[in-house]
Structures are given as C-alpha cells and as structure tokens.
C-alpha cells in the first residue's frame, strides 16, 4: 500500500523566485491538504483540495496556491519566494466520507530553503 | 478559533522511566484529538487517536486519555526506551462533514530525549 510521497525532497531558491512542490496522496485518498512547518515549531495548515478545488484554508496570503489533479495528486505554488518561506512543507491526504476521514497521514516533506 | 498547548521542553529521561507530556485544547463543538511523533528528518507518523470523550488512545506501549472536563490528552508511556527519541506533537481536528474539512491544528511540539 503506498504511502504519501511527496517531491523533491529538498530545494534551495533565491528570493523572489517562485516553487512548485508536489505531494501523490495515499492509495485511495481523495484528499490533500498542505502544511508548513517552521524550524521548531508545529505545522501550519495551508490548504486542503478536495474534488480539485480549494476547499478551506488557513492564513497563508495568495502568493500560496495550488491544484488538485483528477487522479487526486497535488501540487503547492509559491511566488515571489520570502526568507520567511523556509520550511518543511508537509502534504497529507485523507479519505472524504468515511468515519476515518479526519484521520489525515502525511508524507515525509519537503524541505525548503529560500536564500 | 481552536488551540493546543503542549508542555513546554525539552524532555531528557533515562531509559525504562515513566513519561508524561501534558497536552490542553481549546475548541468549538467535539474535537478529535490526535498524538504524532516526529523523527529527526522525517514527516509526521500518527501515533495514536480519541474521537470523543474517554476514550483511550494506544500504541506502542503509549496512551492518552480524552478528558472533555478538562479538556485535556496528555501522553503517557510506562517504560520510555532510546528508540522513543523523538518529537511529539498534540493535534485536534474538527470533525470531517458539514462545513468542517478535518483540518489539524497543532501544538508546538515537545523534544523527548532518551539516555540509555
């Protein structure tokens, strides 16, 4: 059963520029949702994509956005890149409609570094 | 809006002894409440969960118990070992259905080191 992957693992980009990072759900999830996570502190959530559309966020600006494809993959957009935005950005993926479906499993991250 | 406080750490044990790590919650309506560990490098793992008031939560040798009265999941763990060295972080969800996605809110996370 595959677990959630999520690509690259690291990054290294410049002020200013703009990233893509990628997050491939569960085996049989139908939900994604984005989490940053600062250096020593807990995750922040972004977003979350259901039926390829945005549906909740948290308090991130609109320089954050992102899609959901048909076959449920995800991807995170960031532009005009802060210092600020270094992290490790988590995606995690859940199943809509069943008892579990708060129950949320995450990928390893991938860590950004924004220079 | 919701809230989790964890302790504050860091937390250094010797192998073989008790922990407790003291997690309260602030939230509208009937929370889940979540325990995950974090290893050095990697993403977030669950540990072990509560849907709703009493219940238990388990894993690994590890519990916590959904106090609704005070509104409370602190962790627990008889005989801590090395290999639990790790981060754990506290977590509520609003309950998935309505206009409520199940999206965590997280506390800050406490560091456990185990010594052997």
């Known amino acids: 059963d595959a677990g959630v992957t999520q690509s690259p693992t690291h990054l290294i980009k410049t002020r200013g520029q703009q990233v893509t990072l990628r997050c491939s759900p569960k085996?049989?999830?139908?939900?994604v949702s984005w989490y940053q996570q600062a250096l020593g502190q807990g995750p922040q959530f972004i977003f979350q994509?259901?039926?390829?559309?945005?549906?909740q966020r948290g308090n991130f600006p609109d320089r954050f956005s992102g899609h959901q494809f048909p076959n449920y993959s995800s991807e995170l957009n960031v532009n005009a890149l802060l210092l600020g935005d270094s992290a490790l950005y988590l995606c995690?993926?859940?199943?809509?409609?069943?008892?579990?479906?708060?129950?949320?499993?995450f990928g390893p991250g991938t860590r950004l570094t924004v220079t | 809006g919701n809230s989790v406080t964890q302790m504050e750490g860091p937390v250094t044990l010797s192998e073989e002894a008790f922990l407790t790590i003291n997690c309260t919650y602030t939230a509208t309506g009937y929370p889940s409440l979540f325990w995950y560990v974090q290893y050095p490098g990697e993403g977030l793992q669950l540990l072990l969960k509560?849907?709703?008031?009493?219940d238990k939560g388990s894993n690994k040798g590890f519990e916590a118990t959904y106090r609704k009265e005070t509104t409370s999941f602190h962790l627990e763990k008889g005989s801590v070992q090395v290999s639990d060295s790790a981060v754990y972080f506290c977590a509520l969800s609003d309950r998935a259905g309505g206009t409520s996605y199940g999206k965590l809110t997280f506390g800050q996370g406490t560091i456990l080191t185990v010594h052997p």
């Open positions: 509560a849907t709703k008031a009493d």
């Open positions: 994509y259901y039926e390829e559309e945005e549906r």
């Open positions: 085996s049989g999830h139908d939900t």
């Open positions: 995690a993926s859940s199943l809509v409609g069943t008892r579990s479906s708060y129950e949320q499993y």
